[in-house]
């Protein structure tokens, strides 16, 4: 019997039903600790599963919670939550709310999916905001983005909530002895920076987090840090301009190697280390963010995702849960002196 319910969306995604469905159906076939609910159109869903043959399938691991509605990625998200009450994500959302599940996973709406979090799942008490969360890869490793576009306007004491979860995350998920923190500034010396930063640098000195300093962007992949702390619209400034420029250095490598016989010789030699290089790259390889202080957990999948990113999310939320990060993050900022800001 699965140990674990997870309820993915569907609808969400550029490749949705299908992907989602595939992915669900290769999540469970590998991992018999889950159950998934799909939240969406039955029909389209059911469509889905014809051709579909996997070893030791098991239907009774699988349900469909019926949808009519879908939000679409254009939509504005608190009007989308509160106008379509019968959309794969407000479904997926409500379910997990009432406790028929311990994670919600979508590829849909960026917004929605944050803003539903927010006003249906709920933060837990003592988290001032919820962050978006997204591991980057380094030369060593992962560093941990956080947050990563959920707010783009933050006050200090947010960054050091943000360090927290960003700390206990990487200690339990990661297994990072003393995961060492961060702050994104201009500059490495403690005035450099706007009010926001130098005031969180202060506040993150005198906290309980492994505080390391500020980190300029240029140091962010060399792999000292293990958390960076920053505002959501800094964070996702960085988020997007390295998925641009991993794409776009595959790219140009792609064309050189492709340019003369010797190079096309060398490509061919060193095509293992290339196949690694992409494969740390990959977003589809990471799954998802999750979305850090919410009473239960919620992962934004990307728009892209396809089978194997799907299934890649539905396992960071096992991952996640099963390492009970919620009631850590619970524990450590449920009783805060700070009092909650509206």
């Not at 892209?304 to 991952?319: L, V």
């Amino acid at each position: 019997m699965a140990k674990y319910t997870i309820v993915l969306d569907a609808m969400g995604g550029d490749n949705a039903p299908l992907s989602s469905v595939l992915g669900a159906v290769s999540a469970i076939s590998e991992n018999s600790d889950i159950k998934i609910i799909l939240t969406g159109d039955k029909e389209q869903i059911e469509a889905c599963f014809k051709g579909v043959d996997v070893p030791a399938f098991d239907s009774n691991r699988l349900e469909i919670a019926h949808a009519s509605q879908v939000i679409d990625v254009n939509e504005t998200p608190t009007v989308a939550i509160k106008e379509k009450k019968d959309s794969s994500i407000v479904v997926g959302l409500n379910l997990l709310k009432e406790n028929r599940a311990e994670a919600f996973v979508s590829a849909g709406n960026t917004g929605a999916v944050l803003t539903g979090g927010t006003l249906i799942v709920g933060r837990i008490k003592g988290v001032l905001r919820p962050a978006l969360a997204t591991l980057l890869p380094t030369k060593t490793g992962y560093v941990f983005l956080c947050d990563s576009g959920a707010n783009v306007d933050s006050k200090p004491e947010f960054l050091v909530q943000f360090a927290k979860m960003g700390e206990i995350y990487m200690e339990n998920v990661l297994k990072v002895e003393k995961p060492r923190v961060h702050l994104v500034n201009i500059g490495e010396e403690a005035e450099k920076g706007n009010v926001l930063t130098k005031e969180a640098y202060e506040l993150l000195k005198n906290s309980n987090v492994n505080f390391c300093g500020n980190i300029e962007a240029r140091e962010i992949m060399s792999g000292e840090a293990d958390v960076i702390v920053c505002d959501g619209f800094v964070g996702n400034v960085i988020l997007k301009h390295t998925e641009g420029l991993a794409s776009t250095l595959m790219s140009i490598i792609k064309n050189e190697l492709m340019s003369t016989t010797k190079s096309k010789i060398g490509a061919l030699l060193a095509k293992g280390a290339f196949k690694n290089i992409r494969k740390k790259f990959d977003y589809k390889e990471i799954g998802g963010a999750p979305f850090l202080g919410l009473k239960q957990l919620v992962v934004k999948a990307h728009g892209s995702s396809d089978e194997k990113a799907i299934k890649s999310a539905i396992n960071q939320a096992y991952t996640f849960i099963s390492n009970n990060i919620t009631k850590k993050i619970e524990e450590e900022l449920g009783v805060t002196k700070e009092h909650d800001v509206k």
